[in-house]
């Protein structure tokens, strides 16, 4: 079944870095894109990107531009997302799902098990 | 940037009930419009895209319509398993989500 499968729990200092992993299996890869998803504690969805795993070509939300970058590695079919010069309001829960690019409409469906992390000093 | 608005943001409904949630996007999205369900702790769940398009496991209680502007979730006779928050979510190249909305047992 197609499945994505997360990277442990993170602990961050402010102005560090982060990189979540997303290992997808039961279905090819190259054919879909990953996008990521991250929520605050008791707060809603906010999307933060989407990249190809066809082609590398990525779409960010505005909001993290500069700070975010998604990566994918097709020989493990793994997708990645890295936040840097991280702060408070950064502790999330940060999730990867799978969407079938061009097809955006179709929405994101399966979704990883989440990964929270945290940004404390 | 669109943003979508989501009423009610909180719901308090009884098993059995007729419960409809609406979506309003700031401008006009034709029908690039998905509803996802979340459970505490879950990862959110599709369950409807293109505003009417039911996802491939979902019960048929669940409906979606609408297009432009405003869009509806109905869920024709809520279960126990149903009481969740429910968020939408634009589906152009920014894809935003909604502010949810919570569904709890009256």
């Known amino acids: 079944q197609v499945q994505l499968v997360q990277s442990g729990a993170e602990v961050k200092k402010p102005g560090a870095s982060v990189k979540v992993s997303c290992k997808a299996s039961g279905y090819t890869f190259t054919s879909y894109g990953i996008s990521w998803v991250r929520q605050a504690p008791g707060q809603g969805l906010e999307w933060m990107g989407w990249i190809s795993a066809y082609n590398g070509n990525t779409n960010y939300a505005q909001k993290l531009q500069g700070r975010v970058t998604m990566t994918t590695d097709t020989s493990t079919s793994t997708a990645y997302m890295e936040l840097r010069s991280l702060r408070s309001d950064d502790t999330a829960v940060y999730y990867c799902?799978?969407?079938?690019?061009?097809?955006?409409?179709?929405?994101?469906?399966?979704w990883g098990q989440g990964t929270l992390v945290t940004v404390s000093s | 940037d669109i943003q979508l608005t989501q009423s009610p943001s909180f719901l308090s409904a009884s098993v059995g009930d007729r419960v409809t949630i609406t979506c309003r996007a700031s401008?006009?999205?034709?029908?690039?419009l998905a509803w996802y369900q979340q459970k505490p702790g879950k990862a959110p769940k599709l369950l409807i895209y293109a505003a009417s398009t039911l996802q491939s496991g979902v019960p048929s209680r669940f409906s979606g319509s609408g297009s432009g502007t405003e869009f509806t979730l109905t869920i024709s006779s809520l279960q126990p398993e149903d009481f969740a928050t429910y968020y939408c979510?634009?589906?152009?190249?920014?894809?935003?989500f909604g502010g949810g909305t919570k569904v709890e047992i009256k």
């Open positions: 979510q634009q589906l152009n190249s920014v894809l935003t």
């Open positions: 799902a799978r969407v079938k690019l061009p097809l955006i409409f179709r929405g994101l469906d399966p």
């Open positions: 401008q006009g999205i034709s029908s690039y």
